[in-house]
């Protein structure tokens, strides 16, 4: 198996690895206000996140820049609560003024740049010196993005199901996805604390 195979499928199954929920917990979060025909704002949304959690990836891997790896942890369910307060505040997506999209972007980006850190401190655990860091990066970045495309595609096609098929209420639905990242959001924040 080459190495860039391995860290690929490393990637992939980093993300939709039920042990890692707290990344899919937020990806559902993320694009819990959204829907299916709204793909571009999707899109921008989850390329401002990719091009956050990949700088800090990188950064962190080449050990240019070193956080405790516990202040990622209890920041990753922070943004999580952050995220799903966002929406359970917002009347519905298509209220939003043009404006505090860009700020949700922004926001996603940011917030990208500590689940890229929370990433780095996995795939550290795994190199070794013979290992090309380099390949090993962009592989497992580009499994990542793979993992985060099923859990987008699988939300919204729930989404779709629930909205279009089932007729719940588009509120009804973000406040189902929103408050469960919220609950399970705030169990970690305690556990990072008490645990």
Do not use: C
């Amino acid at each position: 198996m080459s190495l860039f195979y391995l860290y690929f499928n490393v990637g992939i199954h980093h993300i939709l690895d039920f042990d890692a929920y707290d990344h899919i917990l937020f990806i559902s979060t993320l694009i819990a206000v959204y829907q299916l025909k709204q793909w571009r704002k999707i899109f921008i949304l989850i390329t401002a996140f990719t091009i956050g959690h990949a700088t800090t990836l990188a950064l962190s891997t080449l050990n240019i820049i070193d956080i405790n790896p516990w202040l990622v942890e209890l920041l990753i369910p922070i943004t999580i609560i952050i995220t799903a307060i966002s929406n359970i505040t917002t009347q519905t997506i298509n209220t939003i003024h043009q404006r505090l999209y860009y700020i949700k972007y922004i926001t996603a980006m940011v917030f990208g740049l500590i689940h890229g850190l929370g990433f780095s401190s996995y795939l550290k655990s795994m190199l070794d010196e013979s290992t090309s860091i380099t390949q090993a990066l962009l592989a497992f970045n580009l499994g990542i993005e793979i993992g985060q495309i099923v859990v987008v595609i699988s939300i919204l096609s729930l989404s779709y199901l629930f909205i279009n098929r089932w007729k719940v209420l588009i509120r009804e639905w973000n406040l189902v996805l929103s408050g469960a990242g919220l609950g399970v959001a705030i169990i970690l924040v305690l556990e990072r604390f008490f645990g």
